[in-house]
């Protein structure tokens, strides 16, 4: 969180008269000492039991007494927890009203997850960002890493099955399905959240959900909570082989969050057999978070859509697109009537829809 530095302070970085570079190596050292702190338990414990002595603290969490002070004081000045004193000889730490409500695993906003996963992207998996920037092409693989790491992988899925449960009711009312018996490709739409809901809204459309493996597994549990085996089916098939997609052409074709893990000419060659896995007069609908500004100016929003590419630079070899741009593939691959929504759930997302034409 945010140093709250006085304004005579603050000044002499913002004069250039001290390295402002200091102020981020502050911040990158208090997000990992709290990330250190979130997987002790350290906010989970006194959301669960209130505020803790030192020794009470160390003792619940099995920490050494010493260690956790000195990380507790850290955190008490990046304003993660309070501290007052027990006694007059006992440091007693709670969590910040800011922590209580967006960094323990109970409420229901818990912003927990997404801190959770961001410190094992910084930390472990941009290890090598350089290289990535010099050669241009990813010097890692984001999913073989998900998949080597459980837990991350975990919480990407959870992630993202939340923002579509976020995302969905606006979309169902959004993308055109037909009204009578229908066929809809999910491509990469592995937790089938997309699915799942489409599905309830419309009794007579049934779904493919294509995916790699690890990612289906979710899919396949969600499918089944929400009984609907008998309507979507989950099958593996790789967005990179060269094999067509599967199956009858499709009336809707679902491509959310999907093109901006792959360069331009991947996406043109995906774009294609998208196109011909589609029925004609059927709907191509994307979502993307898009490299243009929010419409609604968000100075974080946007900072985070430009973060967020750097990541998939380095993890696929993809980034964030303008909205022209996508618009652009599109039409090139034949589809026609390209148009884009803005989602009130999400001012960086925005819907893309376009549609096959019935000759052609
Ligand atoms: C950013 S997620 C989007 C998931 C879902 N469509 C959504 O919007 O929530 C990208 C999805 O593509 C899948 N994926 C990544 N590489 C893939 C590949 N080579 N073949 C098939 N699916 C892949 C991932 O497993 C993941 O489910």
């Known amino acids: 969180m945010p140093l709250n530095l006085p304004d005579r302070e603050r000044l002499v970085y913002q004069e250039g008269r001290a390295p402002a570079a200091h102020l981020d190596l502050l911040h990158a050292a208090g997000f990992r000492a709290a990330g250190a702190a979130q997987r002790l338990g350290v906010f989970d414990t006194l959301a669960e039991h209130g505020p803790q002595s030192a020794k009470g603290l160390a003792a619940r969490l099995r920490c050494d007494q010493r260690a956790l002070t000195i990380l507790a004081r850290v955190l008490v000045d990046f304003g993660y927890l309070t501290e007052s004193v027990d006694d007059g000889t006992d440091a007693v730490w709670d969590n910040t ?16 997850l997404v801190f959770s996963f961001w410190q094992r992207v910084l930390f472990d998996h941009w290890d090598r960002l350089e290289e990535t920037v010099r050669s241009g092409t990813p010097a890692a693989d984001f999913y073989r890493w998900l998949e080597e790491h459980p837990d991350t992988l975990r919480e990407f899925q959870t992630m993202l099955t939340r923002q579509s449960r976020m995302l969905a009711p606006e979309l169902i009312d959004l993308v055109p399905v037909p009204a009578g018996p229908a066929r809809l490709l999910d491509v990469g739409g592995g937790h ?12 007579q459309l049934r779904a493919t959900v294509l995916d790699l493996a690890g990612a289906l597994a979710t899919g396949t549990q969600a499918i089944g909570e929400a009984g609907l085996v008998d309507r ?7 967005i ?12 809707v074709v679902l491509l959310f969050n999907i093109v901006h893990g792959y360069r331009p000419e991947q996406n043109a060659r995906l774009l294609r057999r998208v196109v011909a896995a589609t029925a004609p007069g059927g709907t191509v609908a994307l979502v993307e978070p898009v490299d243009d500004p929010a419409p609604a100016g968000s100075v974080s929003g946007d900072a985070f859509v430009k973060l967020f590419s ?23 691959v034949g589809l026609v009537d390209v148009r884009q929504a803005a989602l009130t759930a999400s001012p960086n997302d925005r819907l893309i829809l376009a549609t096959r034409p019935v000759a052609g």
Not at 232 to 238: A, N, T
């Open 97 to 112: 009203p800011a922590s209580a409500a967006f960094l323990s695993d109970g409420t229901p906003d818990t912003y927990a």
């Open 232 to 238: 979507i089916v989950p099958y593996e098939w790789d």
């Open 192 to 203: 089938a959240g997309y699915s799942v809901a489409f599905c309830r809204r419309h009794p």
């Open 310 to 332: 750097l990541n998939l630079l380095h993890g696929q070899g993809g980034q964030a697109y303008p909205y022209g741009e996508i618009a652009g593939w599109l039409r090139e």
């Open 240 to 251: 990179l082989s060269p094999e067509p997609i599967p199956g009858p052409p499709a009336d």
